[in-house]
Nanobody
Framework: QVQVVESGGGLVQAGGSLRLSCAAS????????MGWHRQAPGKQRELVAV???????NYLDSVKGRFTISRDNAKNTVYLQMNSLKPEDTAVYYC????????WGQGTQVTVSS
């Protein structure tokens, strides 16, 4: 059974930084791409960043240059470093292990005050 658990959310002022972590249990972590998604109230969930097993990354246009996704396969953990945060980044952030089926964490709230 694969479990995915996010941590690191919180309240931060605009311009500040947060680092989200996502730990996945099981042996399939290093074999699959990992992604971070977010969902703001009243909006659809959107893909923020994704990293393949080879290290290739892709980002939502609005976070390019501000967010960085990274992974540590030895720790079965993926990170999302978020800098220069804006109020519009406020959302619940979800980690996603992209295997044959998708595994999702419970989400972590990020709130950016103006």
């Amino acid at each position: 059974q694969v479990q995915v658990v996010e941590s690191g959310g919180g309240l931060v002022q605009a311009g500040g930084s947060l680092r989200l972590s996502c730990a996945a249990s099981g042996s399939i972590f290093s074999l699959n791409a990992m992604g971070w998604h977010r969902q703001a109230p009243g909006k659809q969930r959107e893909l923020v960043a994704v990293m393949s097993t080879s290290g290739t990354t892709n980002y939502l246009d609005s976070v390019k240059g501000r967010f960085t996704i990274s992974r540590d396969n030895a720790k079965n953990t993926v990170y999302l470093q978020m800098n220069s945060l804006k109020p519009e980044d406020t959302a619940v952030y979800y980690c996603n292990l992209m295997a044959i089926r998708n595994y999702w964490g419970q989400g972590t709230q990020v709130t950016v005050s103006s």
